[in-house]
């Protein structure tokens, strides 16, 4: 691809970013759908954020995504949410249209599509959910939007709480919040169909973590682990091990990048070019 005047920029903020497959998607499909744009990665530190919303109004950079640690901060300082992105609170995806930035999340719709596959419908679904984070949140409204039956566990139980006040009160859905510890998972785990990890315990570097006891899985379970470096997690291997159906986090990843390079261009995503650039880089020895 030859780089030229015409070439229109995309990317992603976020600190740490050395870890992100999203370049390498991204760029695969603006290539596999022909587009003339390349998207890159941003380091941005703490403090800089709003000079960074600056930076892409001001370079005319048409889209961003934005990841740990900003996806809650950056609503300060964007024009317009959509509104998925307002009832979740976090916005993943920037869309500028000249100079006018409007946040959406996409997170939430990638972990339903992901989980769609392994489970088939997602009404009534027994779901323990760990974290209460960014991710988490976007997953706890989508999988609530769903008509999931969802347990929330979380190490900060004041932030499980607002989360889960917050989506009752879009959506009319009661979540149970719970503190994260071994008690309450023992508890919680027998009486669920789908585990979801959306905290991040076994993200690379620390990748011998999991949030769970191999002893507390059970073969009926749905294990899904949103962190994605490593694929492989500890908590999938053992859930694997265990008998349990594991679900990993290129899943989500891809299904969340290609709804928001659909709200970047308008064209459809060409998700298996996708899927394939994150498992090629995977097998280069990414993470
Ligand atoms: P975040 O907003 O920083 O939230 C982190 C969550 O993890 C919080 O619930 C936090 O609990 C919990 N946590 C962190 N360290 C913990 C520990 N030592 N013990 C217990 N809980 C701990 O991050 P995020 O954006 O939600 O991302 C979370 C993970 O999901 C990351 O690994 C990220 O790469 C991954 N992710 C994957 C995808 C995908 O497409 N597959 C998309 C988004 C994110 P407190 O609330 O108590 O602090």
């Given at each position: 691809?030859v780089?030229?005047?015409?070439?229109?920029?995309?990317?992603?903020?976020?600190?740490?970013?050395?870890?992100?497959?999203?370049?390498?998607?991204q760029?695969?499909?603006?290539?596999?759908?022909?587009?003339?744009?390349?998207?890159?990665?941003?380091?941005?530190d703490?403090?800089?954020?709003?000079d960074?919303?600056?930076?892409?109004?001001?370079?005319?950079?048409?889209?961003?995504?934005?990841?740990?640690?900003?996806?809650v901060?950056?609503?300060?300082?964007?024009?317009?949410?959509?509104?998925?992105?307002?009832?979740m609170?976090?916005?993943?995806?920037?869309?500028?249209?000249?100079?006018?930035?409007?946040?959406?999340?996409?997170?939430?719709?990638?972990a339903?599509?992901?989980?769609?596959?392994?489970?088939?419908?997602l009404?009534?679904?027994?779901?323990?959910?760990?974290?209460?984070?960014?991710?988490?949140?976007?997953?706890?409204?989508?999988?609530?939007r769903?008509?999931?039956?969802?347990?929330?566990?979380?190490?900060?139980?004041?932030?499980?709480?607002?989360?889960?006040?917050?989506?009752?009160?879009?959506?009319?859905?009661?979540?149970?919040?719970?503190?994260?510890?071994s008690?309450?998972?023992?508890?919680?785990?027998?009486?669920?169909?789908?585990?979801?990890?959306?905290?991040?315990?076994?993200?690379?570097?620390?990748?011998?973590?999991t949030?769970?006891?191999?002893?507390?899985?059970?073969?009926?379970?749905?294990v899904?682990?949103?962190?994605?470096?490593?694929?492989?997690?500890?908590?999938?291997?053992?859930?694997r091990?265990?008998?349990?159906?594991?679900?990993d986090?290129?899943?989500?990843?891809?299904?969340?990048?290609?709804?928001?390079?659909?709200?970047?261009?308008?064209?459809?995503?060409?998700?298996?070019?996708?899927?394939?650039?994150?498992?090629?880089?995977?097998?280069?020895?990414?993470?």
């Amino acid at each position: 691809m030859v780089i030229s005047t015409k070439t229109r920029l995309y990317g992603i903020l976020g600190d740490p970013i050395e870890h992100s497959l999203s370049p390498t998607i991204q760029n695969a499909a603006f290539r596999g759908a022909g587009i003339d744009a390349i998207y890159l990665a941003f380091r941005v530190d703490k403090g800089r954020l709003q000079d960074a919303l600056t930076g892409v109004r001001s370079l005319g950079i048409l889209g961003v995504n934005v990841t740990i640690p900003y996806k809650v901060d950056v609503i300060q300082y964007i024009d317009h949410l959509d509104t998925e992105a307002e009832a979740m609170g976090a916005v993943n995806t920037i869309k500028n249209d000249a100079g006018k930035l409007t946040g959406y999340n996409t997170d939430g719709l990638g972990a339903v599509e992901a989980l769609r596959g392994a489970c088939g419908g997602l009404a009534h679904a027994r779901v323990a959910l760990m974290g209460s984070g960014g991710a988490a949140r976007a997953i706890a409204f989508s999988l609530a939007r769903e008509r999931a039956k969802i347990t929330v566990l979380n190490r900060s139980l004041e932030k499980a709480q607002t989360m889960a006040l917050q989506i009752s009160e879009k959506l009319g859905i009661k979540i149970e919040c719970l503190a994260l510890n071994s008690e309450n998972l023992e508890r919680t785990i027998p009486e669920v169909d789908v585990l979801i990890n959306a905290t991040s315990i076994g993200m690379a570097p620390k990748s011998r973590e999991t949030p769970v006891k191999k002893e507390m899985i059970h073969p009926r379970l749905v294990v899904f682990d949103i962190v994605y470096s490593p694929l492989e997690t500890r908590l999938l291997k053992e859930a694997r091990a265990a008998g349990a159906n594991a679900v990993d986090g290129l899943e989500m990843l891809v299904h969340q990048g290609a709804a928001a390079f659909e709200i970047w261009t308008g064209r459809k995503a060409p998700i298996e070019v996708m899927r394939n650039a994150a498992l090629e880089r995977l097998k280069e020895g990414y993470a």
